[in-house]
């Protein structure tokens, strides 16, 4: 509450006349052009008010004059990049993929449409850029099931692996459990475990051996055991697989084996998408 | 309208009689023509620094085909920084930082040792006002004639003479706005655009923006800039100290002040008002050392001319300082004392500062490398059994020419090295070119079959070499993978 106005004996200027605690402050008038340009900016913000979105209301809010909305910029910002897209993406699914891979703008659309793609639909089973875990191949290795061409990898997405589209790829491992005796059960685990690298000590080769021949695992796992890409026959000559690389695991496989499953996503992704994908899962590191 | 009390009000009422209030108009600064070597040297500096602003744009300065060929260049969109004959990329920022910090502390020094001499004699604000405050001379008259025709009936003279005069402050505050885009653009091709529409929308902004300010800053608002807007005034004052060299009415001589036709004891100054009239900020610098008093000296012009006249010694108003002031009052000598802690200190930091600059910059890398290792997957198994590291590496080349990359990689025995992209056959040597002033960026894959892994981490050094310099870079990455059965953690 402003007292007595007094004369401060230093700057010869008149004070206030507030005082706290024995503080008083001078009277320096602001200039008023100053006042003018805080009215000129209270009028600016009644402007704002009318022309855009300003008041919360409780079904709603007030629009203002010029209909403006932050939803409105990004539909828009959305639409503009998909004008954009659309032009990349035919093309994409016109080309061959040798000519795409040769066109680096177009390439790099399709990474990163791929890496998108990837992340929206298969991250869940295969991990972030494909790392993969147990029962979910790992994609940026050397190893493929089906198959690591360009070809290969687009047919494998777009019909899937035992899915329920008549074109699926498919293959079938019988239940060994049922129709081996342990011994021969054992004997043909440690076969398969020689076969990764690491065989056992006292393993009994020979019956291992017969029962490989006789169970005719060759026809799909290869006589060596390189594996079967045509049909989906893994390969066991390998430091990588898909269901674990201890002798349990292996036996486990063999007696009842996993078999795990695919979708067909040409129901959910249009071509240029799976091409895309293609060409993403293609240069994880393990493409062919 | 808001309640207040019964008392407050009567004490705002009262404070209105009296003429107190909380908001005063403005009081108009009609500062009066001025000769002297003051006046010249502020000339000089004015026409120095404007040509320099004007016409630095236009300098050209060859850098070979394809490239800038304007001397000064900040190309906003390219993220370079042309300066002569360096090239500033984005991470050379703190070049910039430094440069701003010798500026501070340049100013600091030279307030604590001079008063404001930026304020006075530097400052945009006071070049373009001083300038447009010549045009106005030019075209309004001086002080006595402007004030007259202010105050005076609107006639046709006065029209005439104020469209003129805001004609020509414009026309100057749009070529200062221009001037200032041709910084961030290729100064002959932006005119042209400009001039056929074509130009960017924000080259027109910014123009329009800039012509604006100078316009207003320097047309209308002035000393208001100085005494209102701007921070320095407020806190030039913890740089001085009563050694500080600043403008001073040298009180001990000039009072008792008095006309010289009454009698009575007398000092110098004869109360002729000639320093205010000339003052562009409209202060009394026989008040002392003040907030809005810019340190320009121009007073000091005016009132030597009067000394001369009266045939008294000059410099009653000159550039001094407090401590100086109060021995020679007691009519004591004085040396200036330069050397001070404060000036000192102020000396010091800016050679720390310069020295550690001049360092960086002479011995700045012209290539870089770095590699940033995949998130996911941090490795991968192959069927052989080795494992494989993806990063995603770049390659800076700021030497001035194509460069060919001859990149090799230790730590982990037996490491190759594969791009991603071109998947040629694993090596334990890459050759990557990278075009002139360009950063490569590639996907590289590095695979190795380290007997032990401890505990899931080795180190791994990427070394690269500019074949046609021999200048080598190298970078500490890490190759990961399982961690060895049994290894702490």
């Given at each position: 509450m402003p007292t007595k106005i007094e004369k401060d004996i230093i700057s010869g200027q008149d004070t206030t006349g507030h005082e706290w605690d024995g503080v008083k402050e001078l009277n320096r008038p602001l200039p008023k052009w100053w006042l003018y340009v805080y009215i000129a900016t209270v009028i600016y913000s009644v402007g704002q008010f009318v022309i855009y979105p300003s008041w919360p209301g409780i079904s709603g809010y007030l629009h203002g004059t010029a209909g403006w909305s932050q939803r409105g910029d990004v539909e828009q910002a959305v639409a503009a990049v998909g004008r954009q897209r659309s032009g990349y993406m035919d093309k994409i699914a016109a080309m061959p993929f040798d000519q795409i891979r040769a066109d680096g703008q177009l390439y790099n659309v399709a990474l990163t449409a791929g890496r998108i793609a990837f992340a929206n639909?298969?991250?869940?089973?295969?991990?972030?850029?494909?790392?993969?875990s147990l029962g979910y191949p790992a994609l940026g290795d050397d190893v493929w099931l089906w198959g690591g061409s360009y070809g290969d990898v687009q047919k494998t997405i777009t019909y899937?692996?035992?899915?329920?589209?008549?074109d699926t790829r498919t293959s079938q491992m019988p239940a060994f459990g049922a129709v081996l005796k342990p011994d021969e059960l054992d004997a043909v685990t440690d076969h398969v475990m020689a076969l990764y690298g690491t065989p056992t000590p006292g393993a009994n080769v020979a019956l291992g051996n017969k029962v490989f021949e006789e169970s005719n695992c060759a026809a799909c796992h290869g006589d060596k055991g390189q594996g079967n890409p045509e049909q989906g026959g893994p390969r066991l000559a390998s430091k990588v697989h898909l269901y674990g690389a201890d002798r349990a695991s292996v036996r486990a496989q063999i007696a009842n084996p996993r078999m795990g499953m695919m979708p067909a996503w040409n129901t959910r992704l249009d071509p240029a998408t799976i091409k895309s994908l293609t060409l993403y899962v293609h240069q994880l590191g393990g493409g062919q | 309208m808001a309640r207040i009390s019964k008392a407050d009000r009567e004490a705002q009422l009262r404070n209105e009689e009296e003429g107190l209030h909380l908001y005063a108009n403005r009081v108009r600064v009609y500062p009066k023509e001025v000769h002297g070597p003051v006046r010249r040297a502020k000339w000089a500096i004015l026409v120095a620094c404007l040509t320099i602003y004007y016409a630095l744009p236009w300098l050209r300065w060859d850098?070979?085909?394809?490239?800038?060929?304007?001397?000064?260049?900040?190309?906003i969109s390219r993220e370079r920084f042309y300066f002569f004959n360096v090239e500033l990329w984005p991470q050379d920022i703190y070049y910039l930082t430094g440069m701003l910090i010798m500026a501070a502390v340049g100013l600091f020094l030279v307030t604590s040792l001079f008063g404001r001499l930026w304020c006075g004699y530097t400052c945009p604000q006071t070049v373009w006002t001083d300038l447009f405050m010549w045009i106005e001379r030019k075209i309004e008259g001086d002080r006595n004639a402007r004030m007259k025709r202010d105050a005076g009936p609107v006639s046709l003279d006065v029209i005439w003479r104020k469209v003129t005069k805001h004609a020509a402050w414009l026309g100057i505050a749009f070529w200062t706005g221009g001037a200032w885009i041709m910084y961030y653009a290729d100064a002959p091709t932006v005119t042209r655009e400009f001039w056929s529409g074509t130009a960017a929308k924000p080259v027109y902004v910014f123009t329009f923006l800039f012509t604006a300010t100078t316009y207003v800053l320097a047309g209308w608002a002035r000393e208001q800039v100085c005494t209102y807007m701007c921070p320095w005034p407020r806190f030039q004052a913890a740089m001085l100290d009563e050694q500080s060299y600043t403008t001073t009415y040298q009180s001990w001589r000039g009072e008792p002040r008095g006309k010289a036709s009454v009698a009575g004891p007398k000092g110098d100054c004869v109360d002729c008002g000639a320093c205010v009239m000339v003052c562009p900020t409209g202060i009394?610098?026989?008040?002392?050392?003040?907030?809005?008093?810019?340190?320009?000296?121009l007073c000091i012009d005016a009132c030597n001319h009067v000394m001369a006249r009266l045939d008294r010694p000059a410099a009653l108003i000159t550039w001094d300082t407090l401590a100086h002031q109060a021995a020679k009052a007691r009519g004591e000598e004085v040396t200036p004392r330069w050397l001070r802690p404060r000036t000192m200190i102020y000396a010091g930091a800016m050679s720390v500062v310069m020295i550690v600059m001049l360092v960086a910059f002479a011995t700045r890398p012209l290539i870089e490398f770095a590699a940033q290792h995949d998130r996911a997957p941090l490795f991968v198994r192959t069927s052989d059994g080795s494992l494989r590291n993806g990063y995603t590496i770049k390659l800076v080349n700021k030497t001035g020419r194509d460069a060919v990359f001859e990149i090799t990689v230790g730590g982990v025995a037996g490491a190759q090295m594969a791009l991603a992209e071109a998947g040629?056959?694993?090596?334990?040597k890459l050759t990557i070119t990278v075009p002139v002033d360009e950063v490569g960026t590639h996907r590289l894959l590095v695979s190795a079959q380290p007997e032990r892994m401890g505990e899931g981490s080795l180190p791994l050094v990427f070394n690269m070499r500019?074949?046609?310099?021999?200048e080598s870079v190298t970078y500490n990455a890490q190759f990961l993978g399982p961690a060895d059965r049994g290894a702490t953690r």
């Open positions: 639909n298969c991250q869940p089973c295969h991990g972030a850029n494909g790392t993969g899937g692996i035992r899915s329920d589209h008549a | 850098r070979g085909p394809g490239r800038p060929n304007q001397a000064i260049l900040l190309d009394d610098i026989r008040d002392g050392s003040q907030l809005e008093c810019i340190n320009c000296g040629p056959a694993p090596a334990d500019d074949t046609a310099s021999g």
